[in-house]
T-cell receptor, first 115, second 113 residues
């Protein structure tokens, strides 16, 4: 079975630009979460979607937005990129809406570099 | 607001010996705790979890212990193998907490042959 797939794997953008990251969950998983991981730190929660509805939002500015499609895939959008947005962006899927109770299964991430 | 802490950035053990990775937390509302393993260029992989109603959960070579009074959990790997060399993250979640799973900063485990 295919795991969580993310695209692209690497991306280089310029400050002020916009970026869209994509994620396909494990088949049968209805929940998708997005995390940002900066070097030397653990993943930090950005969003969670379940059945196309936003179920959680982390402490990130409004420049960050996401959505989930009817096939449960998801997109993360970041506008007006800053140098500090450079990070590994991880997508994770799970069976149920409650993270922890349903362990997250992560993709390999998208490495975003903002210059 | 770092609610989950892994105070040891690195740990080195000999193959065949026990590896003990530690994690402390501050939020008494956490009710699920999880351990993830991460290899370079890969996403974190789920290892084992424990509910706050238990104090121990075992899966093969991996055992997680939870001490709620001390707000401390640990992951034991016995016996350690070179393939276990990776970064290990402790994570925790609380009910009605925005589905925000909190991660520690990770501990890099090196198992020497």
């Amino acid at each position: 079975d295919a795991g969580v797939t993310q695209s692209p794997t690497h991306l280089i953008k310029t400050r002020g630009q916009q970026v869209t990251l994509r994620c396909s969950p494990i088949s049968g998983h209805k929940s998708v979460s997005w995390y940002q991981q900066v070097l030397g730190q653990g993943p930090q929660f950005i969003f969670q979607y379940y059945e196309k509805e936003e179920r959680g939002r982390g402490n990130f500015p409004d420049r960050f937005s996401a959505r989930q499609f009817p096939n449960y895939s998801s997109e993360l959008n970041v506008n007006a990129l800053l140098l500090g947005d450079s990070a590994l962006y991880l997508c994770a899927s799970s069976m149920g809406p409650r993270t922890g109770h349903s362990p997250l299964h992560f993709g390999n991430g998208t490495r975003l570099t903002v210059t | 607001d770092q609610q989950v802490k892994q105070n040891s950035p690195s740990l080195s053990v000999q193959e065949g010996r026990i590896s003990i990775l530690n994690c402390d937390y501050t939020n008494s509302m956490f009710d699920y705790f999880l351990w993830y393993k991460k290899y370079p260029a890969e996403g974190p992989t789920f290892l084992i979890s424990i509910s706050s109603i238990k104090d121990k959960n075992e899966d093969g070579r991996f055992t997680v212990f939870l001490n709620k009074s001390a707000k401390h959990l640990s992951l034991h790997i016995v016996p350690s193998q070179p393939g276990d060399s990776a970064v290990y993250f402790c994570a925790a979640s609380a009910p009605y907490n925005n589905n925000d799973m909190r991660f520690g900063a990770g501990t890099r485990l090196t198992v020497k042959p």
